[in-house]
């Protein structure tokens, strides 16, 4: 299902700088799929070091846990590589196409490279299979667990007496092998002669292992020389061949005026030379610890939800200057069980507001107010407690998102939609409907995943854009400005979402002659009614479906709907 789905941000790699940027959008309620091979940098490591209230755990349990924590704020991850990604142009709001390699296409507002590097070693035979274990370089990360050993510094480039330096601080036994480097400077020899570290001449040919232990390395010359861990400045190779769709391309990582390899350069938030793209961790920063690239993914996730929250506004103030504010309209609630008089039938399940949403008693009416509360304090309950059927025919099959509920009465639609994985936004004008339904979602729950608002729809509107916009059975008696309302429902639906509208499509069987005359718009007339662009729009269900119910008299009886169904492109 998520090539049908536009993301907030699609994050390429799950390592510690991709998981805290997808923790920071998550909680800032953006959608966002995180897409991460499993092969950390520092997987052959036994464990992670300076990484405050984690020292000392294993890169695996890491990542774990970082997954269990975004997936508590509706982050998906999965388990595979990008190998392709290019922008794309359209009637939707999505920048970019990312390809998986088992060729599943997916699609992203923004994205937030955070694939790492890898780490070109010597050609020295045993070298790389030592690698993040007795063959190290980073005294920060490894020194602490070599202390007091007898230490080797391979000269690979500038920085081998530096490197020699921070070694010596740990352990009094350290020697460096002169390799195929370049020749120590006079100042550097005496200052690893002050150190009292030895220099050893000789091309490496090799490293000795006993036991799956290191214990030498071998020259050209045969001498074995014991040690019993050797320091190996890598080049650092940027992963990030996939970003020459979109026009990126890695530049030299210079430090002191030495090329250590290359990365992809970017500001101090992660934004790189293309719109749209951050990157963070070490594909961007090569020396950045493991604490240091989660860092940077929580600046880069902000970055980000700053930049998505500038479009959005500036978005929606240009829609304001074309079509005015939108007055939004009130409410009702109905679907299925019989008890509402004439023009309405009653299975519904709820959808409520709270009363934090109005500001000033002029954001409600009080004569509507007065009318939905009324009804609700009749009885205990008015509605069935279920979801609206075709909510769950509709919904049961995509994935979880942001849901805004208009109408919620007693709460089931948005306690069935939250019970699902869906954060659901609950809105309606009854203060009496919004309480029960509160109490409701806290029984079974789900009250952390609902946010109820009590909203007049024809004087306000819930914020926010949302991955389906529900309005199941918006009609009413009152005088009420339906299609204005359907409008702005409309605009309320983020790329890639849905709106759903269910009315009813006649009236009861058992109130026809009651209300002989009575017409509801057909779900094409609807449809004309919201005004949509075709090109950024696609009609997914145009249909007057039936209900089978039982009428107040205990018979069976059958209901006709009308469905509207619309995807933003």
Request: charged fraction near 25%; include cysteine; glycine fraction near 10%.
């Amino acid at each position: 299902m998520r090539e049908h789905r536009i993301y907030d941000v699609v994050v390429v790699g799950g390592g510690a700088a991709g998981l805290s940027g997808a923790l920071t959008l998550g909680r800032s309620r953006r959608s966002v799929l995180v897409i991460d091979g499993r092969a950390p940098r520092n997987a052959p490591a036994g464990h992670v070091h300076n990484y405050l209230t984690s020292e000392g755990v294993a890169p695996a349990e890491l990542y774990a846990t970082g997954r269990a924590e975004v997936a508590g704020y509706g982050v998906e991850v999965v388990d595979d590589t990008v190998t392709k990604a290019h922008p794309v142009e359209g009637p939707d709001r999505a920048r970019f196409e990312v390809e998986l390699a088992d060729g599943e296409l997916v699609r992203a507002r923004r994205l937030l490279v955070t694939t790492g590097l890898v780490d070109e070693l010597p050609a020295i035979p045993g070298l790389a299979e030592r690698w993040g274990r007795d063959v190290l370089h980073c005294p920060y990360c490894h020194g602490w667990e070599v202390r007091d050993q007898a230490v080797g510094v391979l000269a690979t480039g500038p920085m081998t007496t530096h490197h020699a330096l921070l070694f010596r601080q740990l352990t009094d036994d350290v020697v460096v092998f002169t390799h195929t480097g370049p020749p120590l400077a006079p100042e550097q020899a005496e200052q690893l002669a002050a150190r009292g570290v030895r220099v050893v001449e000789g091309e490496v040919t090799a490293v000795e292992v006993t036991d799956d232990r290191l214990t030498g390395v071998r020259l050209r010359s045969g001498e074995l020389v014991a040690r019993q861990a050797l320091v190996v400045g890598p080049r650092f190779a940027a992963r990030a061949d996939l970003l020459s769709g979109l026009g990126l391309t890695t530049s030299e990582f210079v430090v002191g005026g030495h090329v250590f390899g290359d990365h992809v350069a970017a500001d101090a938030s992660g934004a790189t030379a293309v719109p749209g793209v951050w990157v963070a961790g070490n594909v961007t920063d090569p020396q950045a610890t493991v604490i240091a690239a989660a860092a940077a993914g929580v600046k880069a996730g902000a970055a980000l939800n700053a930049d998505l929250i500038a479009e959005e506004t500036d978005r929606a103030v240009a829609l304001r200057a074309r079509a005015g504010a939108h007055t939004g309209a009130h409410h009702h609630a109905a679907t299925g069980a019989p008890d509402h008089g004439g023009t309405g039938t009653h299975d519904h399940a709820g959808r409520g507001v709270h009363d934090h949403a109005a500001s000033g008693t002029d954001a409600v009416d009080a004569e509507t107010a007065r009318h939905w509360d009324e009804l609700y304090q009749r009885r205990e309950r008015i509605w069935s407690g279920r979801a609206n059927p075709h909510l769950v025919d509709v919904v049961d099959q995509v994935p979880a998102g942001t849901a805004l509920d208009l109408g919620c009465g007693e709460g089931a639609d948005a306690i069935w939609l939250a019970g699902r994985g869906w954060r659901v936004t609950a809105v309606d004008v009854s203060a009496t409907a919004l309480d029960r339904a509160a109490a409701e979602a806290a029984t079974a729950g789900v009250a952390d995943r609902i946010d109820f608002q009590r909203h007049d729809l024809t004087r306000t509107f819930p914020a926010g854009v949302f991955d389906l916009v529900s309005a199941q059975f918006l009609q009413s008696p009152l005088e009420f400005p339906r299609a204005e309302v359907l409008r702005a429902a409309a605009r309320a639906v983020a790329s890639g979402g849905r709106l759903l509208i269910v009315e009813h499509g006649e009236v009861p069987p058992w109130s026809k002659l009651a209300h002989p005359d009575v017409r509801f718009p057909t779900p094409e007339e609807t449809l004309a009614e919201l005004d949509l662009d075709p090109d950024g729009w696609r009609t997914e269900r145009l249909d007057a479906p039936r209900r089978e119910v039982t009428d107040p008299d205990g018979r069976p009886a059958t209901l006709v709907d009308h469905l509207v169904l619309v995807r933003r492109r």
